[in-house]
């Protein structure tokens, strides 16, 4: 399975199904794929020191048993910290993943939507910056046909195009199809627009696809609305709990 040949609809596992594991960790990852999710989502940032680390939130509160934010924090402080505790015992050894380490865990089974956090995005970024960084990686794994990069930092995603004009781009937003995201969509040569489900409506899904954009509309707060979203004839749909899709 490739980026040009998907499955549709593509089930999407929001931050590797967080439902049902704690997310963005790598127990998560394999366990959506075992659920029979095609594509996982998962959210990248920077640690203190540079490296790509994979989490949601801008502090480790939430989802390890630490403290303090990442940026804060470097990779080795990050790796030591049990990711899966808060969620359930059992998952006591899941740990904060690199996203090489994601990349290697599921070469060849699943398909990687990487979300850049745009709370990583420098405006004026040194080589190392992290949407640089996401991409060096996606060809060094030789992945390029397995990821979808997006974010809602769409200058993060212009910044990419602009040395490689082959990589599949998303866009994300909160807010309805308006001018400036089918200027976006045009400027990046995007692949997809991955809105909140709560905003999408027919009449945009039809225009994105005669654009020939993918629609990915995605789970908020563990809602979304499966079979509102596939009859108005979306792509895929990013969701928490394998529920979701087997509506
Ligand atoms: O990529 C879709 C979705 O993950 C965007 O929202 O906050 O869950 O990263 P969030
Ligand atoms: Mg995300």
Known sequence: MNIDHLPTPLYIAHRGLR???????????????DAG?????LDVTLSRDR??????????????????????????ELSQLDAGSWF???????????????????????????EIKPEAFEPDGPDNAVER???DLAHREQMCDAVLISSFEWRMLENIRKRDDRIALGLLSERSADDRLRDWYGRLQAFSWHPDYRVLTRPQVEEFHR?????????????????????????????????????
């Open 51 to 76: 490296r790509l680390v994979v989490i949601h939130d801008d502090t480790v509160d939430r989802t390890t048993n630490g403290r303090g934010a990442v940026s804060t924090l470097t990779l080795a």
């Open 88 to 114: 359930d015992p059992r998952f006591r050894y899941a740990r904060l993943p690199t996203l090489a380490q994601v990349l290697e865990a599921v070469r060849g089974r699943l398909l990687v939507n990487i």
């Open 133 to 135: 960084q996401v991409l």
């Open 19 to 33: 439902a049902r594991f704690p997310e963005n960790t790598l127990p998560a990852f394999m366990g959506a794929g």
């Open 37 to 41: 999710a095609q594509m996982i989502e």
């Open 211 to 247: 654009l020939g954009a993918r629609v990915f509309p995605y789970a908020v707060d563990g809602a979304i609305d499966t079979l509102g979203m596939l009859a108005m004839g979306v792509d895929g749909l990013i969701v928490d709990d394998p529920k979701q899709m087997k509506e």
